[in-house]
Structure formats: structure tokens, C-alpha cells
């Protein structure tokens, strides 16, 4: 619970992120991703209903800004 807190502090573009009870938080992990501009770093934010990618923000202390938010119940693996 501690850390959906601290992440809802850190995350830019997420509201209420603790809000649904039965959230928990899972992982956190860097991946590059591919683009015409070449290789750009994002942050994952795993969750047991969803899956959050974000970028670093330009700000002086260490915030992300969100760029997707994939619900895990529409996802196969």
C-alpha cells in the first residue's frame, strides 16, 4: 500500500491511482523503446489490473510522466 502512494506522488498523469482497493503493485523495470528519433528509455509500473509506461519528466526531482496505461484484463500471455 506504501508504495501506490509513493508512486501517485511520482507518477505525472496518473489520478487516484490507489484508489481501487485491490490493487496491488507487482514490478517496476527500464525498457528501451524503438522509435524514429532512435532509442528512448521508459519506465514500466506493473500492477495486478494494470500495466502503466512512462517517461521521465523534465522536472529537477525524479517524476514520470504517463504515456499509457494498459488494462491486464484485455491482455493474453
Known sequence: RQKLIELQ?????????SIQHD?????????QKLSRKGYQQRMFFLFSDVLLYCARSS????????HGELPLKLMTV
Open 9 to 17: 506522488r511520482d507518477l505525472i498523469g496518473v489520478d487516484n491511482l
Open 23 to 31: 490493487r496491488q503493485f507487482i514490478r517496476e523495470g527500464c525498457l
Open 59 to 66: 522536472s529537477p526531482i525524479l517524476q514520470f510522466k504517463l
